[in-house]
Nanobody, 125 residues
Framework: QVQLMQSGGGSVQAGGSLRLPCAAS????????TGWFRQAPGKEREFVGG????????RYVDSVRGRFTISRDNAKNTVNLELNSLKPEDTAVYYC??????????????????WGQGTQVTVSS
């Protein structure tokens, strides 16, 4: 059974940092690119960023570029999202997901095969 298990998250003040691990079981993570999405209260889920299967390519949306960093450790079957300089507007449930599509399609949620359960990030001002 394939599972993407998310951990981390929590509540921080603006300017703080968090780390969100996403650990895969039942599949070889190294065969998949990984995307991160978030859903804020009352809003649709949106793409945050992605990383290729070998970590050689990364992509971020403008609102998080320079503050968020995606990394992966294929030996541990884990992908991490580091959130720095957090703002109240970053408050959302964050999801990791696995896909085999190319870089240009990472923002398309329908292209993802597997999803994590989501983890809450709350940033207070």
């Amino acid at each position: 059974q394939v599972q993407l298990m998310q951990s981390g998250g929590g509540s921080v003040q603006a300017g703080g940092s968090l780390r969100l691990p996403c650990a895969a079981s039942g599949l070889s993570f190294r065969q998949y690119s990984t995307g991160w999405f978030r859903q804020a209260p009352g809003k649709e889920r949106e793409f945050v960023g992605g990383i290729s299967w070998n970590g050689g390519s990364k992509r971020y949306v403008d609102s998080v570029r320079g503050r968020f960093t995606i990394s992966r450790d294929n030996a541990k079957n884990t992908v991490n999202l580091e959130l720095n300089s957090l703002k109240p507007e970053d408050t959302a449930v964050y999801y990791c997901a696995a896909t085999k599509v190319v870089f240009s399609s990472w923002h398309e949620q329908s292209q993802y095969n597997y999803w994590g359960q989501g983890t809450q990030v709350t940033v207070s001002s």
